[in-house]
């Protein structure tokens, strides 16, 4: 049996092809898919580096982690999702395709309240999760999110629901305005003037409780300024948490220079993905690993089905599968322009 599937080559170009769909294995189950998102940063952001100095002229591959559709088979071991059951996929099997075959435990019920569209970036929900409860949020706490592409706007609208105020910087106008319409605060460019004191201001009178660096490249002179809004000991030492769920980089220096900072790498959705064993069944216990990877996405869309979480201002395009190719450019050369972009077979 044959799909559509996206891909991407070594010098960086996108292509919609027909390949052979992998063999169903007994574990997992294939799915009709109506949706899949795509991630600007994760899939993306070594685009640019490909065309300028391109890697092979291999054939391309298929790519993409996060998708949404119907099960219309499911193999002899999968004991959690029945056919015809509506699921959010994520991993290496959630392809941008027609066809996916996707590990169960990486297979999410869909709450009935939302859309395939909404389900479709759950690789960027159960990160997004899994960051927030790496920084331990407490009541009333002062956040700061740095970047606000969809991982970074799904943090603060996480943070928000842990009573925790939320503010956001982003270079992007597009980016700002949809933080203001899903519940942040404040909303700054950190390329004008005063947007230092402007955050100071929101978080006095003590300052930042917790910051979130969501994006890639060289992060050290916004996380030089972000030291200036954090808490201050009354002895002078810089306090709170930096966690970091993008992939940035920082040169800086620890000890005196950073006060008593907590600086918290988080990776991931959740205990359990890359975990062969558990993506093809086997959980974890839950009494000793709570929130693994699929009861973390599970609750954020119980989040979302509530209203809690709102998915669908971040999605400003939606493309054919077939249009792929300009989808994925349009986010590589015009980000200003577009944030979540949906594919539909």
Not at 84 to 94: D, F, K, L, N
Not at 145 to 161: D, E, S
Request: glycine share 10%.
């Amino acid at each position: 049996m044959k799909r559509k599937v996206l891909t991407v080559n070594g010098s960086g170009s996108f292509a919609v092809e027909w390949q052979e769909l992998p063999p169903l294995k007994e574990y997992e189950v294939l799915v009709e898919v109506k949706a899949s998102g795509i991630s600007p940063g994760t899939e993306l952001g070594g685009i640019k580096s490909l065309r300028e100095n391109p890697v092979s002229s291999s054939p391309g591959r298929a790519f993409g982690y996060e998708n949404a559709g119907i099960v219309v088979k499911k193999g002899r071991l999968v004991k959690n999702i029945e056919k015809g059951m509506r699921v959010a996929c994520m991993g290496s099997g959630a392809r941008h395709t027609d066809l996916a075959a996707v590990p169960q435990n990486l297979c999410i019920p869909i709450p009935d309240k939302l859309s395939f569209e909404e389900a479709a970036f759950s690789n960027l929900a159960g990160t997004a999760l899994q960051a927030v409860r790496r920084a331990s949020l407490e009541f009333g706490e002062n956040v700061l999110v740095a970047g606000l592409g969809i991982l970074g706007n799904l943090i603060g609208q996480l943070a928000t629901a842990c009573a925790t105020h939320a503010a956001g910087v982003d270079y992007i106008e597009k980016r700002r305005r949809i933080a203001g319409k899903t519940g942040f605060e404040l909303e700054v460019n950190p390329g004008k003037e005063n947007w230092i004191e402007e955050c100071r201001e929101f978080a006095s009178p003590f300052g930042l409780d917790c910051a979130f660096l969501c994006f890639g490249g060289d992060a050290t002179p916004l996380f030089q300024n972000i030291l200036k809004i954090m808490k201050i000991s009354p002895d002078g030492h810089i306090m709170g948490r930096i966690v970091i769920p993008g992939g940035c980089e920082i040169k800086t220096r620890w000890a005196s220079t950073t006060g008593n900072l907590d600086v918290v790498s988080s990776a991931r959705t959740g205990p359990g993905y890359h975990d062969d064993s558990y993506e093809q069944g086997n959980d974890y216990p839950e009494v000793f690993v709570p929130w693994t990877t699929r009861r973390n996405i599970s609750e954020f869309y119980r989040m979302a089905a509530k209203g809690s979480i709102k998915i669908k201002p971040l999605i400003t395009h939606t493309f054919p599968l077939d249009r792929g190719p300009e989808a994925c450019n349009l986010l590589v050369d015009s980000p200003d322009r577009a944030l979540g972009v949906i594919l539909k077979p």
